[in-house]
Structure formats: C-alpha cells, structure tokens
C-alpha cells in the first residue's frame, strides 16, 4: 500500500509541471492584452500601455516569465493582483488563496455529504429490490436529479426556502470558526444545490453495483445458510459494491469542485469561483493562474486519495 501510495506522489510531479506550463501559455495565448487592459483600456495611449507593460514585466520573453512564476509559485508566491496597479486595495494573490480555499472546499465537500446521504442509502434500496416501487421512484428521482441544472436548482432552493419560508438565508457566507450555526444555515442550500446531481449519479451506480453482486455465489451461499437480509447486503454485498462506487464519487467530487464556481455567483461565496470570475473581466493574469493551477492541485490530490481508497477496497490493484 504505501508503495502504491509512493508511486501515486511521484507520478504527479510531472503531471504538475506539464499541467503549470500548458495553464500558464493559455492564459498567454487568450485574447486580448492584459497590459491594455490594466492601462485604462481602449482609452490608453501606446506609451502608457507600454509602461504598463514593463512595470509588470510582460515586455520579458515568455518562457522566462514562466520558469520565474514557476520558482515563485514552488514557494507560494503568486505575486499581486493586477487591480493593485490602479490603486484599488488588493491583498496578496496567496493571501486572498489562503482565505478562499477553505470556503469552496467546504461548499464541495457539504456537496459531497449530500450526495453519499442521499445517493448512497437510495441505490441500496433500489438494489435489493430491482423493479419495485422504491427502485421505480429512484430511478426517476435520479432521472430528475440528473436533468436539472444545478443553478436551476438552486433558484428554485431560494425562492421557497430562502424568500417564501425565510428558513435560510438567499446570500452570504460566514465562516464556521465564526460560528458553527451560522455556517450550517448558510452552506445547506448551496450544498443541496450542488449535491443533487451527484446523488443521482451515486444512488445509479450503487444500484447496478449491487444488483451484479448480489447475484454472485457467495451471497447467494450466505443467503442459503440463513444470513440475514441485512447483514448480507450490509457484511459481504456492500463493500464489493461499493469499489465502482468510490470511483464515481472521486468523479463527482471532481465536478463539485468546478461546480463551486456557479454556486459561489448565485449564492454569492467569497470562495475561489467568484474570485476567478472576477479576475477574468479584467484580466488579472496572475489571480486566474494562481486559482487554475489552485483547482488543479486540488483535483489531482483528491484523485489521489480516492485512488489510495480504491486500493484499500481492492486488494486487486495494491497487488498490481
């Protein structure tokens, strides 16, 4: 296991390093000029933008750019906001990072908790009775689940519980450190807007998994031998089942973190969506950097963990 692990880390450092330079060259080769742009736009003169252009070092070849961002992002240091160049305050790009990861990664793991609540139980009750009434309503609850957009759903979560009911509030966020109640009615809409889609996707997949496994001998022999319904689904069915299901939710964790982004606008999150979104209207080269090559090493560590998951449950792959 812990080779398997070692193996995993290694392989991601080239991952990484080809990953930083393709996110910095798109954001290169993107359309417009950001020295343009910072200088007032189509109102500047040629030698203000190319002042500009200089101060923030842009005028220097590109693959010398690349390798100094580089050693500064290994250390942490992202450099600043391009907004601090017109006097508008703007902290530290690592600064206003430390301060926004928490909230998206807690919006996607809040996402994550509805959907193994929801999507999990759902598929094991479709499962031991395939074409019963559960597994019927399951499936065109997923069905539904899958459709509906997630900003969709989560205009429609406003309306009634935030503005008909007044049991959550429609905006805002507060930090659980703040205080733990607050966090809790101030994330629960956004989680369920963000949790439904993957829920859906869960509650299928655990359901064809298990339905395969129940079918296999050694259940049928526990069922022979009069092991509880239960115990057999809970003891020897589940864990087999759950392996494609670990997989599943590793891809839909994937997608909560992209999700945050839509979330974060309508919910309106200081996470790392609404600071991105605000960073390309300008754009502020090093602020859209700096939180790509953010959601990047957040995937691929999630990726790792769930593969050091998938390894637990299959001792197939450790072996390999």
Known sequence: MLAMIARRLLSLIPVLLVVTFVVFMLVELAPGDAATSVAGGANATPEKVEQVREELGLDRPVLTRYFDWLGDAIQLDFGTSYASYNNVAAPDVAQELEERIPVSLSLAFAGLFVAIVIGIPLGILAGMRPGGTIDRLGVTGTSFGLAIPNFVLAFFL???????????????????????????????????????????????????????????????????????????????????????????????????????????????????????????????????????????????????????????????????
Not at 255 to 265: K, R
Not at 266 to 277: D, H, K, S
């Open 158 to 320: 406003i309306q009634v519980f935030a503005l008909s009911l007044d049991w959550f509030p429609a905006q805002g966020y507060t930090k659980f450190s703040e205080s733990p109640t607050a966090w809790l009615e101030t994330i629960i809409l956004p989680a369920i807007s963000l949790g439904v889609i993957a829920a859906a996707s869960v509650a299928r997949q655990t359901r064809a998994a298990l339905i395969d496994v129940l079918q296999s001998n050694y259940v049928r022999t526990a069922f022979a031998v009069g092991t509880g319904t239960r115990r057999t689904v809970v003891k020897y069915a589940f864990k087999n089942a759950s392996i494609p299901t670990v997989t599943v939710l590793g891809l839909q964790l994937a997608g909560l973190i992209g999700g945050v982004v839509i979330i974060e606008q309508v919910f309106v999150i200081p996470g790392l969506g609404t600071y991105m979104l605000r960073a390309l209207t300008l754009p502020d080269v090093p602020v859209i950097q700096a939180v790509t090559i953010t959601f990047v090493i957040i995937y691929v560590t999630l990726n790792l963990i769930v593969d050091i998951s998938y390894g637990y449950l299959n001792p197939r792959v450790r072996a390999s």
